[in-house]
């Protein structure tokens, strides 16, 4: 559903969402009363509602603040809801993708992070560091195979110099600009 075909009617205690595949009624404030979250998540929750549904777009950062710091499963439910009913009224339920080339130039990295099975020492016999030709090649491969969206991921290699991500950057940009 395109939002150039929706249009929204906040009438509490009912969002009525119009569109072209007919309306959908969702039910705000029986939602909210039935529900075990606290009074300020419920509160937060219809004004985030009323932002986003009733045509100002944007929920307040303490708000948005406020509803990141749910722990309750019940109130993280009805957030996920009401994000939902927001989503689905601006966007409707069309599904898209990327087509995605990942490069990872290096698995060098000084980091020994708990959960990345990925890096190697820089003396580390498996360790690699791409040249910048082969970033650069196999980012136009990607392209040239459909790829919309290049994903660059490395470790940190030690004695790392400071400006190598933003050289990789423009070198891809330079070779790749779409």
């Known amino acids: 559903m395109s939002t150039d075909h929706v249009s929204v009617c906040v009438t509490q205690p009912y969002v009525i969402i119009f569109g072209f595949r007919g ?3 969702v039910m705000i404030d029986r ?3 039935h529900s075990s979250a606290s009074p300020g998540v419920q509160a937060a929750i219809s004004r985030a509602l009323d932002a986003g549904l009733g045509g100002s777009k944007r929920m307040t950062v303490d708000d948005a603040t406020f509803l990141l ?3 309750k499963s019940s109130e993280i439910h009805l957030i996920g809801a009401a994000a939902d009913a ?4 601006r966007c409707g339920d069309g599904v898209g993708f990327v087509i995605n080339r990942n490069i990872n130039f290096t698995n060098s990295c000084v980091k020994r992070c708990g959960f990345c ?3 190697r020492t820089g003396i580390d016999s498996e360790a690699y560091f791409l040249p910048m030709d ?5 980012a136009r ?3 040239s195979l459909g790829a919309t969206e290049i994903c660059v991921q490395a470790g940190l290699p ?3 110099h400071p400006d190598l991500y933003t050289d990789v950057a423009s070198a891809l940009k330079e070779a790749v600009p779409e």
């Open 23 to 25: 309306f959908r009624v």
């Open 31 to 33: 939602i909210l009363r």
């Open 69 to 71: 710091s749910a722990r």
């Open 86 to 89: 927001v989503r689905s009224s």
């Open 117 to 119: 099975a990925f890096s």
């Open 134 to 138: 082969e970033i650069v090649r196999r």
């Open 141 to 143: 491969e990607g392209v």
């Open 158 to 160: 030690p004695n790392m």
